[in-house]
């Protein structure tokens, strides 16, 4: 590893003025925007006893959002965050609403599709939106890197905590009711962070282009592409982690298995954005996807449910420093009048990775067998790798 050149502090990065406020005003959101997806499978699956039905409505929902996000983005960008994110928290609400009321109401599928559609569309991209707050608050701070791993641990504890609330209260209560509560504390933390005025990147100015082109770059595309290896990662392992515990017949297992990487990356990246490394950036960037593509390869061999585990926590260690480092190399890379739109294309480019990889290994599992689905996820090990060598290569524009 790298070795040291001073401590950062969590508490110097949150005293921050304002920072506090918009980190945890968006706090609720983070829970609700990790419950929607999930919420939906509930609310249709409920209605229509077909995962088949679910799946697709769910699957037109994340399209939409990772096509439709950074053109929300671009608007959020031109005319700020304070103007924009009331707009179109309130159109996902209505969005909700009518998707929750033609769930009931058991309309045809491509109505629940188009509705999935709407409401996936009008997501509001929180997430990049508090990423660049702190890029506006700390730019050219050596807290910048800390910051943004404080987003990471956030987003990664929302998804820990949303997918787990969204079951309890769909399985006791109802899916109307999952829905509903995932799409309140969206509206609560999205309302309360846009009344955090002070801590807003200022809108750009007329004479200013917001043009997605300015992003059409060889090292920002290259970022983009490292992204889409991730969602690849992430997809395949879902999916071959699900077929290892079913074909063992323990299927009960497959939750406890995946979130193991999920919370040694959360100790990582806490490790990670505590320290100011000496080695640069961009060989960290390197250096965090080698470690996760070789950390994948033990699960091609091991089959016992305690090696597995072992197995799945060691790609965890890089998958925290790879999100805030990410962060950091497009914060950079960017000009600030598009980097509402930037965070967002990366969360995009990792949206469609996990739908390929879901459906690849899923392909791949069927035919063969797990292991041969962690494969996928070393393949996509490699890709991201290569793409993080010609990020280390380009320069910014």
């Known amino acids: 590893m790298p070795a040291l050149t001073g401590r950062l502090s969590y508490a110097q990065v949150l005293r921050t003025p304002g920072a506090w406020k918009f980190y945890l005003a968006a706090a609720p959101a983070r829970i609700g925007i990790a419950m929607t997806g999930l919420g939906i499978v509930w609310l249709v699956h409920g209605s229509t006893d077909s995962y088949a039905v679910a799946g697709t409505v769910t699957g037109g929902f994340a399209v939409a959002e990772a096509l439709a996000g950074p053109q929300v983005a671009r608007l ?73 791993t404080l987003e990471a641990l956030s987003i990664g504890i929302a998804f820990l905590v949303g997918p787990a609330l969204v079951g309890l209260v769909s399985s006791l209560w109802s899916p109307v009711a999952g829905s509903a509560l995932a799409t309140g504390l969206v509206l609560a933390g999205g309302f309360t962070l846009a009344a955090q005025r002070r801590t807003a990147p200022p809108p750009v100015g007329r004479g200013q282009q917001v043009s997605s082109s300015r992003l059409l770059h060889k090292r920002f595309l290259a970022l983009v592409m490292t992204n889409v290896g991730i969602g690849l990662f992430f997809g395949s ?40 490394w000496r080695m640069d950036v961009q060989n960290q960037f390197v250096l965090a996807l080698s470690i996760l593509t070789i950390t994948t390869i033990p699960l091609l061999v091991v089959d016992h449910p305690w090696a597995v585990g072992i197995a799945l926590a060691l790609p965890g260690l890089a998958i925290a420093p790879f999100q805030t480092i990410s962060a950091v190399l497009t914060e950079s890379s960017v000009e600030p009048a598009v980097l509402t739109q930037a965070f967002t294309w990366l969360n995009s480019g990792a949206a469609a990775g996990i739908a390929l990889g879901a459906a690849f290994a899923g392909g791949i599992v069927d035919s063969q067998s797990a292991h041969h689905g962690f494969a996928v996820a070393l393949l996509a090990g490699l890709l991201s790798t290569t793409m993080a060598i010609a990020v280390r290569s380009t320069r910014i524009p």
């Open 76 to 148: 959020i960008d031109r005319f700020g965050q304070t103007r924009t994110l009331p707009i179109i928290l309130l159109v996902h609400a209505m969005t909700i609403a009518v998707l929750i009321g033609l769930t009931v109401a058991q309309s045809s599928l491509w109505v629940l599709v188009t509705a999935g559609v709407l409401a996936g569309a009008s997501l509001p991209q929180l997430g990049a939106q508090t990423s660049a707050r702190w890029s506006y608050a700390l730019r050219g701070s050596p807290l910048l890197s800390s910051a943004f």
């Open 237 to 276: 392992m879902q999916v071959s982690v699900t077929a290892y515990a079913v074909t063992r017949g323990t299927p009960s297992l497959a939750g406890p298995l995946y979130s193991i990487t999920s919370l040694v990356s959360l100790f990582a990246g806490f490790a990670y954005g505590a320290r100011r």
